[in-house]
Structure formats: C-alpha cells, structure tokens
C-alpha cells in the first residue's frame, strides 16, 4: 500500500491479469495456460524463475490459502479461479528440478584369488586370502599347542609384482595379541603384533594352491614348525552371486584396528571367519554361516545360534580332522548399507554388540 492506496504497477498488473484472463479460455489443467498465468500477473513480485514462496508451493489449495492470508497478495485472489491455480500449480511443479539421485557406490572388489581356501582331507582349519594389486592379504585360522582357536596373520607379496593368479607370493606371519573384545569397548592402542614364522603361497591357478608356513612356533615351549600343504578354495554354493559379492576382509576401521571379519561368498551363501580376542588378551576366532536376501544376511538354518565355537588338534607335524569339535556359542547378522560398508549385529555367549564394518583396502 502506498498513500491508502495501491502503487500504479500494482493497479496495472491487477488490469493485465484481468484482460489475460478474459482472453485465455476455459481449459482442463494445462502447464501452458499455468505458464500464461504465471507470467501475466505472479512474475512481477516473484520473478522468474519463482522464489518467495510459489517455488515450494505444496499444492493449488496451497496457493490459495497464501493469496487469502498474505496482506500482499490478497488483491489478486478473486482473479484466479480453483481451475487457473492447479494450472498454475501444474505449471510450477514442471519446473521444478528433480533431486539428483544418489550417487553410484561401486564395490571395492578384491582380486581373484580372494575367498576361503582349504585342505579337504583336514577339514576344521583354513585361510582366508584377500588379493589387491600384488599383495595378498592371509588369515589363517588354525589352533595353539593346546588345540584352542588361534589366528596369524600375512601380507603376502607376490614375485615380480605379479597381480594375477599364478605366482607364488611370500611374507612374514605374524602372531596378534589385543584386547578383550566382547562387552567392552575395543581399544585398539592395546594390539600388538610379534612375527612367528614365515608364510609362502604357491598359486597355480585362481582354486589350487601349495602353501607353506616355516618356523611358526604355537606356544611357549613348542617346537617351531615347517610344513607344506595343498589348499583349494572351498566350496560353499555352485550358484552365481546374484548382485554384490561381498568376498572380502572386513574391520571397523583405524579407530578398531586389530580384528576383523573374513567374508566369502558363493551364490547367496556366506561364509564368516571372525578373528578378535579372548579375555585373556588371546587371539580366538569364530565361524558362522548366513544367508543373503537382499542386503541382509541372516542364519542359514531354523535355528539362529549360528556362531560356533571351534577346538581341535594341537598345532604340530600333521593335523587330524577327527578332534576337530564345535558348539554354538550365539548369533551373527550383517546388514550391508552399500556395496563396501555394512553392520555386524552379535550375541555371543550372552554377551550383545553392533559393529559398524567397511571392507579393508589396501
């Protein structure tokens, strides 16, 4: 208002919009009629594009109720009928740019050679073998002096910078200590790594493979051991895997430095190897399988104990499968977020927990 009155450009937009409105005639909503509305009367406050409300307009009764209740554009009311705002309104929403989606996560896939590997005729230990560029990453799950689970670990590096699935790679085991890990909160300044023997992987193809461990010592008082043994990649499900593989070594990040989850997958079949540590600051490890149905994986059978609890031979010369024993001590779950990043939900033992998991590149 100006004067008690209305400013000459308003008075002449109100003319305008009523000589455009008496020209355009009656038609079913239409982004073109909205369009002539638009420019004819609302674009001289609001511009254009729109900004000052018509732009997150939620509908024409929307528009209505501001052209009732807001003093400047109660003047402009009795031009528009219900029909000419959902034009309008049907103009504004083409405008309107679409969020942009979400951008594309690609999977941080390891190698080749990455999965679970083992000797069929010593079934109840293996390694897990995580391959980037020319480096494989090994954890191997086997047993103490006493037959308790314990677990080393390598970065094996493969001759001449090989990055494929032939070659033999070498490097040193080493033997991890750590802290407590269930019902706590991880302390990762407590890790600490002693070498214990060296390990060398000989590949002849992406399935097969000689593997030998050297000077590797179980226990206070045991003898070091050499051996050389066949492995193969085990078999899990003849299936394809049906969108993401999650194969892969998994942790908690720098902040949990020092455990991790070993996940193979064959099909819709999982395989989990999960190295942490005992109350007494011992490497342990457990197994579990679970099933994937879109990003979730869950147990596999009726009954959802599906972490076990594994004892076997003690470490020596050779390795019988037959004292190898396990029991269900809980319940493992993953649910993935995206392709590299997931959370690992637990009860082990009584004892509950959720651990946010992102694959460990290198």
């Known amino acids: 208002m100006q004067n008690g009155t209305y400013s000459m450009k308003r008075l002449w937009t109100v003319v305008i919009a009523a000589a455009a409105l008496a020209c355009v005639s009656a038609m079913a909503q239409s982004v073109s009629h909205g369009n002539t509305l638009y420019h004819s009367v609302c674009v001289s406050c609001h511009g254009d594009p729109p900004s000052g409300g018509p732009e997150t307009a939620a509908s024409a009764a929307a528009i209505r109720v501001a052209l009732q209740t807001v003093p400047t554009m109660r003047p ?5 009928s219900d029909a ?22 690609t999977a941080n896939t390891p190698g080749a050679l990455s999965g679970l590997f083992y000797n069929s005729l010593e079934s109840g230990w293996g390694v897990h073998l995580t391959q980037r560029g020319s480096n494989v990453f090994a954890a191997w799950y086997t047993y103490d ?13 493969m001759a001449g910078g090989a990055t494929g699935t032939t070659g033999t790679c070498s490097g040193q085991l080493f033997e991890v200590s750590g802290p407590r890990f269930f019902g706590v909160l991880f302390d990762t300044r407590l890790v600490t790594a002693v070498p214990n023997g060296t390990l060398q992987i000989a590949f002849s193809n992406a399935d097969n ?3 030998t461990y050297t000077g590797v010592v179980a226990g206070t008082g045991a003898t070091a051991q050499t051996r050389t043994v066949s492995i193969v990649r085990q078999p899990l499900s003849p299936a394809a895997v049906p969108d993401v593989n999650y194969t892969d070594i998994w942790w908690g990040g720098p902040s949990e430095s020092g455990w991790g989850i070993a996940i193979t997958q064959q099909g819709t079949t999982v395989f989990l190897a999960w190295y942490v540590y005992d109350s007494n600051a011992k490497p342990t490890w457990f197994v579990a399988l679970c099933t994937i149905n879109g990003t979730q994986c869950t147990a596999s059978t009726s009954s959802v104990n599906n972490v076990l609890a594994v004892h076997g031979p003690a470490f020596g010369p050779t390795f019988n499968s037959s004292v190898v024993t396990s029991a269900a001590v809980g319940s493992v779950s993953v649910n993935f977020t995206d392709p590299n990043n997931g959370v690992l939900n637990y009860t082990v033992n009584g004892v509950n927990g959720t651990k946010q998991i992102t694959r460990q590149v290198f």
């Open 76 to 80: 402009f009311n009795g031009l528009f």
């Open 84 to 105: 000419d705002l959902a034009d309008i309104f049907a103009y504004l929403q083409s405008i309107r740019q679409a969020p942009p989606p979400p951008p594309v996560v």
């Open 145 to 157: 002096g006493s037959g308790n689970p314990k677990w080393y670990v390598s970065t094996c590096a």
């Open 209 to 211: 493979a000689q593997m």
